[in-house]
């Protein structure tokens, strides 16, 4: 868990929670990706991760080390 910073009245709120418990505002917790903004991302699989490693070995490491990709540019963080 992580501390965020809600956006409306700037207090400490979890990173899973739904809605600030000082104000009440909505949180946003979708996941963007972090080069184009997108929200069309997807968690990459523990099999897909294992399936990489044999075929590529050391070569998979940035999608072994990554837990989603962006369905729109492909960027895997």
Not at 36 to 56: E, H, L, Q, R, Y
Not at 62 to 76: E, R
Request: proline share 5%; net charge positive; glycine share 6%.
């Amino acid at each position: 868990m992580a501390l965020i910073k809600c956006p409306e009245c700037g207090k400490d709120v979890s990173n899973i929670a739904k809605t600030c418990p000082n104000c009440g505002a909505p949180i946003d917790t979708t996941v963007r990706c972090p080069k184009c903004g997108s929200t069309d991302t997807k968690i990459i699989s523990g099999a897909s991760k294992a399936v990489s490693v044999a075929m590529w070995g050391v070569f998979a490491a940035n999608k072994v080390m990554s837990k989603y990709v962006c369905n729109k540019c492909k960027h895997k963080f």
